[in-house]
Antibody, heavy 120, light 112 residues
Framework: EVQLVQSGAEVKKPGESLEISCKIS????????IAWVRQMPGKGLEWMGI????????RYRPSFQGQVTISADKSISTAYLQWSSLKASDTAMYYC?????????????WGQGTLVTVSS | DIVMTQTPLSSPVTLGQPASISCRSS???????????LSWLQQRPGQPPRLLIY???NRFSGVPDRFSGSGAGTDFTLKISRVEAEDVGVYYC?????????FGQGTKLEIK
């Protein structure tokens, strides 16, 4: 069974660093891209970026480039989304999802979401 | 970035009646391989998004046949033939033809 299991909710202060994770199981981690999607409170979905764990090819939406880092560890089938200095405006639910060109870019499995709250 | 524009942003519908959501892209979504990577997703309250339709009109596994997708180029439509209570939520179109992938603003489907 394909599963994407995300790390738990986080409460942080502005300026702190954070890494959230997305652990996959049930398929070959290196054969699918993993995307990260932001949903701010009461708002729509925003595509942040995507990584292909097979060769670590990573693409960012320009507005997120330099603001976050997407990475993956093939040895433990886990993708990461990292901030070096959080802002209050990073408060949101973050989802990971898998997709691939070879599967016609079906984003067919999603993580349950990680709620990040940034407040002083 | 390709901008995806959905209309309407809110759609009150009577149970058992049809519903339709439009999505327009700022440029053609036809990929160099000839395919069009336009998907529709549903997000029920408090849930992660769920894939309904991919490549314009292909229903994902387990999606009821009352959901259908159509369109070409820059104009696409999601139709629900007879709305049921479980269809309440927000619907998003998404393009994956070009990086960065992008979503529409979302259309909230609610029951009258």
């Amino acid at each position: 069974e394909v599963q994407l299991v995300q790390s738990g909710a986080e409460v942080k202060k502005p300026g702190e660093s954070l890494e959230i994770s997305c652990k996959i199981s049930g398929y070959s981690f290196t054969n699918y891209w993993i995307a990260w999607v932001r949903q701010m409170p009461g708002k729509g979905l925003e595509w942040m970026g995507i990584i292909y764990p097979g060769d670590s090819d990573t693409r960012y939406r320009p507005s997120f480039q330099g603001q976050v880092t997407i990475s993956a560890d093939k040895s433990i089938s886990t993708a990461y989304l990292q901030w070096s200095s959080l802002k209050a405006s990073d408060t949101a639910m973050y989802y990971c999802a898998r997709g691939s060109y070879s599967s016609s870019w079906q984003f067919d499995y999603w993580g349950q979401g990680t709620l990040v709250t940034v407040s002083s | 970035d390709i901008v995806m524009t959905q209309t309407p942003l809110s759609s009150p519908v009577t149970l058992g009646q049809p519903a339709s959501i439009s999505c327009r892209s700022s440029e053609s979504l036809v990929h160099s391989d000839g395919n069009t990577y336009l998907s529709w997703l549903q997000q029920r309250p408090g849930q992660p998004p769920r894939l309904l339709i991919y490549k314009i009109s292909n229903r994902f596994s387990g999606v009821p046949d009352r959901f259908s997708g159509s369109g070409a180029g820059t104009d696409f439509t999601l139709k629900i033939s007879r709305v049921e209570a479980e269809d309440v939520g927000v619907y998003y179109c998404m393009q994956a033809t070009q990086f960065p992938h992008t979503f529409g603003q979302g259309t909230k489907l609610e029951i009258k």
